[in-house]
């Protein structure tokens, strides 16, 4: 990919992050708590469970942790525009095997999206509807890469266009069945069970494609995503603690695993050019 198209994809993702920003500050400055009353209250808040404090009189009962999901809407505004980029090119025959499936990385995007509002929402309000979404967005974003590293894994399964958008259909109902599905099983265990299932998957991929894969992302990917683990049990753990701090471990949490995100996708998107689509 040209450095003008990375150059154009950055800004303008800066650009709108920005604007979102200046959208999201103005309604914390005018807009109050009570927007959310009568909604359910989240075990969440009612527990304490981030460091934190919860001003349930401002919009934003928790400013920095609702701030910091822009992380992910700048990175899936950047991916978003990489798929897009990708199918105005599936002309080109020299494309690796997810430039040639340009939906999933068009699902990355809208995941990451959809991701920082549904985590927005939950640390604005500490709603039980927001904690449901919130985690639903997380786990949006965990299936589609371990979509994308499956599709790798199984390198030989040719997919049609049509193919690909009944995959696209599947993804999107699998998201959907989430909702109910993370009632039946405990965050604690579904998530950890689908990252270690991308891990397992990016490390056959890796031994699939040595030549072809950046092991330095793999093992970046990996580091961050365990210290985005460690930092978010200190925060949950009140160690350190200072609730009326800019800096919170939650917030933190939100950066660490988008860049750990970014460094799966990227394991795949950015292959050597020998991996060429069938």
């Known amino acids: ?41 989240s075990k969440s808040a009612l527990t304490a469970e981030y460091c934190e404090f919860n001003n349930v009189a401002r919009f934003f009962h928790q400013r920095m942790n609702t701030y910091s999901n822009l992380a992910y809407f700048f990175f899936g505004l950047v991916i978003l525009q990489i798929g897009l980029e990708d199918r105005k090119n599936q002309s080109i025959k020299q494309q690796n095997r997810l430039e040639a499936f340009p939906l999933l990385s068009v699902s990355m995007g809208i995941a990451f999206i959809y991701l920082c509002f549904g985590s927005a929402f939950f640390h604005a309000s500490l709603t039980y509807v927001g904690q449901r979404v919130d985690m639903n967005g997380t786990y949006a974003l965990t299936l589609v890469l371990v979509s994308i590293a499956l599709y790798h894994v ?12 009944l995959c696209m259909v599947f993804l999107v109902i699998l998201t959907v069945l989430f909702l109910k599905i993370a009632l039946l099983i405990p965050s604690g265990i579904l998530l950890p069970s689908l990252i270690l299932t991308l891990l397992l998957f990016t490390g056959i991929n890796y031994v699939q494609f040595r030549k072809e894969r950046s092991g330095i992302l793999a093992i970046l990917s990996f580091i961050l995503i365990v210290v985005a683990i460690y930092v978010r049990t200190m925060d949950v753990q009140k160690m350190g603690c200072n609730p009326h701090s800019c800096y919170q471990g939650h917030a933190l949490w939100h950066l660490l695993t988008a860049l750990s995100s970014v460094c799966s996708y990227c394991f795949f998107r950015f292959a050597g050019k020998n991996l060429i689509a069938p």
């Open 1 to 41: 990919m040209k450095k003008q198209l990375w150059y154009s994809f950055l800004t303008r993702a800066f650009f709108i992050t920005f604007a979102m920003w200046a959208i999201w500050f103005c309604a914390n400055a005018f807009l109050n708590g009570d927007v959310w009353a009568g909604m359910v209250i």
């Open 154 to 165: 199984f390198h030989k399964i040719r997919f049609s266009t049509t193919a690909q958008k």
